[in-house]
């Protein structure tokens, strides 16, 4: 006889009921929130734990002998084991606490700082957010390193032939997202990873947007650096992670000074702590950590196949009836997108449109994403981002293109 494991039927009304926020009203209309790749919203399971934390066990950890500090660090570690196993990582103290995408990024790039020589190569995509390029610059600017861009083409697709003719001994580090937070392109981080190691470079990806709709395995990806934030999947804001390979972050100096990164201080002196703590200086956002933990264990009930297939499905919905929306164009038709869509209607500002339909309690986003590269590439000012999570609906979208209409009528 087989066992058949089933996921809980995806019910978004039942979803729905789990996110507070969803039940109020903006400009007198219900709320339709499709700004979720800025960040996702939060469900009570995690403003629970969140609570809990304060009104229950708030201490600092590591330190304390006592009860509460105790509780607070077995919480905290807990997390920790959770986002492991969440990232298939192999070892708990690969999984570095950050307070974000940003700052894991810069935490890596900081470090590179004592690895890179002048003429050494580092490459870029073409489609990152601002915080996945000027971390590298800077680290260029320190290291006399040159830093190379993949191309893409129209569709918002990166041009892999391209990358290839970049790479050689000389480069050492490549560095892309795994899914664009501007255009929604699902970037083919395996092929980027595979490559990269053929000449001896490390892979940095970030996977800021990619987390609320896929679960990455470092460990099959054998990427090296791995980097995300905890608001974009349902959880708190200031908090994040970075997953480095043991190997890299024994490698790599500590990128803040303070207290617990330490093993002995003295005036002539310092040791570090072993990994994690040698990256983790001062007080961490340790309700934020824990949150973070709440926030897995409510997207993985729910299950990423499930919330891939419904995505996938609001996506197709809404691209169709966009598209009949005459003048309006996409941005990122690449074939593997995730549930973004950027577009722009001939003749109207992108922000005259945002500001219209919020009034109709419409959230989008408007502008360059943090992309302006991109932007410039498509040699315009900025989209409309209408993003997309599982617990949006059909409906919403009727909504969003109802306000739509109805903004372009009134600007034209
Ligand atoms: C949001 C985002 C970031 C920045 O994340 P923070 O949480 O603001 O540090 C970086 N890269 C991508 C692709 C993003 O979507």
Not at 92 to 108: A, C, D, K, M, Y
Not at 168 to 188: D, Q, R, Y
Not at 232 to 251: A, D, N, S
Not at 322 to 343: E, M, P, R
């Amino acid at each position: 006889m087989s066992t058949v494991i089933q996921n809980m039927p995806f019910d978004v009304d039942e979803i729905r009921k789990d996110f507070p926020i969803l039940k109020r009203e903006v400009n007198g209309y219900p709320l339709v929130y499709f700004d979720n790749a800025a960040t996702s919203q939060t469900p009570q399971q995690v403003i629970d734990v969140i609570v809990d934390y304060y009104s229950n066990y708030n201490a600092n950890i590591h330190r304390g002998v006592h009860t509460l500090s105790q509780e607070a660090t077995d919480a905290y570690e807990q997390a920790r084991v959770k986002i492991q196993k969440h990232f298939n990582a192999d070892k708990s103290h690969e999984i570095i606490f950050t307070s974000g995408t940003t700052h894991g990024i810069n935490l890596v790039a900081n470090g590179f700082t004592a690895i890179l020589q002048e003429g050494d190569e580092i490459i870029v995509s073409a489609l990152e957010h601002h915080s996945n390029i000027v971390p590298w610059q800077m680290l260029c600017e320190r290291t006399g390193a040159i830093l190379k861009v993949i191309p893409m083409n129209e569709e918002g697709a990166l041009i892999m032939s391209a990358y290839d003719a970049l790479l050689s001994e000389k480069t050492k580090l490549v560095f892309c997202n795994h899914i664009s937070n501007a255009l929604g392109t699902i970037n083919p981080i395996e092929e980027i990873i595979t490559k990269a190691h053929m000449v001896g470079a490390a892979v940095l990806i970030d996977g800021a947007q990619a987390c609320p709709h896929v679960k990455p395995n470092v460990k099959e990806l054998d990427v090296d650096f791995y980097v995300a934030s905890a608001h974009k999947m349902c959880g708190p804001t200031g908090v994040g992670v970075l997953y480095g390979k043991e190997e890299w972050l024994q490698k790599l100096p500590p990128y803040q000074g303070g207290g617990e990164m330490i093993a002995e201080v003295t005036f002539e002196k310092t040791t570090y702590a072993g990994l994690p703590h040698k990256f983790e200086a001062g007080t961490p956002n340790i309700c934020g950590g824990i949150a973070f933990g709440a926030a897995l264990d409510y997207i993985n009930k729910i299950g990423f196949q499930a919330i891939q297939d419904y995505e996938h499905k609001l996506l197709a919905y809404a691209t169709e009836k966009l598209l009949q929306i005459d003048g309006l164009k996409i941005y990122g038709t690449s074939a593997n997108k995730t549930s973004v869509i950027s577009f722009n209607i001939d003749g109207i500002h992108p922000y005259d449109i945002g500001t219209i339909i919020d009034k109709l309690g419409i959230a989008v986003r408007t502008g360059h994403h943090c992309a302006q590269p991109i932007m410039d590439y498509f040699n315009i000012p900025g989209t409309i981002r209408a993003s997309f999570a599982f617990y949006n609906t059909t409906e919403e979208i009727d909504r969003f293109v109802e306000a739509v209409v109805k903004a372009k009528n009134m600007l034209l």
